[in-house]
């Protein structure tokens, strides 16, 4: 499977691309807003330079197919609205989890709903898996009713982490 072909995916009011294929000045409004990295687990890029390497590594790991990120714009004015992810694939290629993030502008307005429900298909049916994973803070309610909306269960629940599947069999 080589990683680098799938792009761009087309959801009906979504474009899914690369991340090279918007500014870098975009990408760190998102990686720079302090409540997305909370909601996420992960360190706010201080600088845009800061950015331009975790693009550069994101583009390194589909190129060494080991990760498929891309940036999610608006079909219809092109703004950048978040990311969409699969990593950590599993040795045998048949288990990944899935990351994303949406600007707070973005948040609420339904893009993730249809953005997940297209990719969960494009999982099972293009990349072959037969089970996704979601790994969400266990305050962020909002997107545990989304992958719970889904069809994700509860798999495991950590100290502040909860772990949430979905087999292809089950959807």
Known sequence: MIFEKYHPIMTKHYELDWLTTFKVKEVFALRHDASVAKLTNRDVD???????AHVNRVMSKIMHNDALIWGIGDKRT????????????????????????????AQRQGVMSEVLSH?????????????????????????????KGQGFTLDRETAGELQFKLRQDER
Do not use: C, H, K, Y
Not at 95 to 104: G, H, Y
């Open 46 to 52: 201080a600088t845009i330079m800061d950015t331009a």
């Open 119 to 147: 990719m969960l298909s494009f999982a099972f049916d293009e990349l072959g898996l037969i089970q996704v994973i979601a790994n969400v803070q266990s305050d962020n309610t909002q997107t545990v009713a989304l992958l």
């Open 78 to 105: 092109g703004e950048f609205l978040g990311t969409f992810g699969f990593d950590s694939f599993v040795a045998d290629r048949a288990t990944a989890a899935i990351t994303f993030e949406l600007l707070p502008s």
